[in-house]
């Protein structure tokens, strides 16, 4: 291709707002539309972003031959939807994590993609975060020896927006919502050796009132070349967004922590006016982050997935991926429903994750 990698953008809240600011330091796309429902929305995110075209309409902004790749900002239960279309319209695609709502909607994915010759890349970002991706050459360089224990967590205090605490729209509590980061980000570092199994416990603690879903979750995942890994995920920790990971080799151990390794530790009686995500109360002891999107590998992300379009490139994180996580999310769900170890491959027709934990409980 050689033009610039035109660009429309689904959704205009959070993850949009990320998506704009990171592809608009990509020098070979442009963000040429924005589609939002609601109405007012797309088109103040337009003028705020600088973006010529905005929409109510999906349809209509598929329309627009000049754009390649379409990126999917809107909550879980539409992911599958919302692909199907944009296949279907010949474009390209980056769909947000996780990836759809259940095994059979990720097959449908993968297949009208390849059907229709466009590429699926799923987005997660964690295997651009540039400590992460420093932190994976020092075990693929062998400064840590043979990887034995892998631990990665994200937790903050709950998601901002309804629709993922509406399990219905949602699938799951925390294990789906960031517990999705951990299972990519530990296959990505062990170079995609299979998941044999996977043994979880959830809770559902502070947000009765508001969930269903877990809202904290440890997840163990045993890998078929020894490997362990532990993901603890939590929507009930105060203080502002949490994101860390450990290797434990034969030869050494290494700590990255994202967030707090990399903010400025501030103390103030006022408050900081923005300190990291879902700080909370800053007054007092805060961390305060800085390019905190070039922290978490946003614009990296979106550098690899234009290159992937223009130059016609295998992406890093795939449809296949987003699925092989899919199944780790169901099978951790019901781990957590029937208390045992789950052994993959495991197949189910469960339309959500938490159905599997649920029914038990229920
Ligand atoms: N990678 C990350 O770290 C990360 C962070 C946050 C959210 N996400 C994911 O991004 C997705 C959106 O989350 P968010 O935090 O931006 O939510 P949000 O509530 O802030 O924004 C959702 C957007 O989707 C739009 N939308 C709703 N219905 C739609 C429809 N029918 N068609 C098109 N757009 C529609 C809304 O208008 C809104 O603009 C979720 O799947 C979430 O898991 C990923």
């Not at 973006?51 to 598929?62: K, R």
């Not at 892998?150 to 517990?179: C, I, N, Y």
């Not at 603890?232 to 434990?248: F, P, Q, V, Y």
């Amino acid at each position: 291709m050689n033009k610039k990698v035109g660009v429309g953008l689904i959704g205009s809240q959070f993850i949009s707002t990320i998506h704009a600011e990171s592809i608009k330091l990509v020098s070979d796309a442009e963000i040429l539309a924005v589609m939002s429902p609601t109405k007012g929305h797309a088109s103040e995110f337009a003028e705020k972003h600088g973006i010529p075209h905005y929409f109510t309409d999906l349809d209509q902004m598929l329309a627009m031959d000049d754009i390649d790749l379409v990126v999917i900002g809107a909550p879980n239960y539409l992911h599958c939807e919302i692909t199907l279309k944009i296949a279907g319209a010949g474009k390209h695609i980056v769909v947000e994590k996780p990836f759809c709502m259940n095994m059979a909607e990720a097959d449908l994915m993968i297949d009208a993609c390849k059907k229709a010759h466009v590429k699926l890349m799923y987005a997660e970002e964690l295997c651009f975060t540039p400590k992460y991706v420093r932190l994976k050459r020092l075990l693929d360089e062998g400064a840590l020896g043979t990887p034995l224990l892998l631990k990665q967590s994200e937790k903050h205090d709950g998601p901002h927006a309804d629709h993922f605490w509406d399990v219905e729209r949602s699938g799951g509590g925390v294990t789906m919502d960031m517990g999705c980061h951990a299972f990519q980000f530990f296959r990505w570092i062990n170079k995609n050796n299979p998941v044999i199994s996977v043994y979880a416990q959830m809770s559902t603690t502070v947000h009765t009132n508001k969930t269903r879903g877990d809202d904290n979750g440890i997840i163990i995942l045993e890998f078929e070349n020894g490997v362990t890994a532990m993901a603890e995920e939590s929507w009930t920790k105060l203080g502002g967004m949490d994101d860390r990971a450990e290797i434990h080799g034969s030869e050494g151990v290494a700590y990255a922590d994202v967030l707090q390794g990399n903010s400025i530790q501030t103390y103030s009686t006022k408050g900081v006016g923005y300190a990291v995500e879902k700080a909370g109360n800053t007054v007092g002891w805060s961390f305060t982050m800085y390019e905190e999107s070039w922290n978490y590998g946003f614009p990296q992300e979106f550098e690899h997935f234009v290159d992937c379009v223009k130059n016609n490139k295998e992406p890093l994180v795939t449809g296949e991926d987003g699925k092989a996580v899919m199944e780790i999310i169901f099978a951790a769900y019901e781990s957590a429903g029937t208390g045992k170890k789950v052994y993959l491959p495991f197949k189910t027709d469960a339309l959500k994750p938490i159905d599997l934990w649920k029914k038990q409980n229920e």
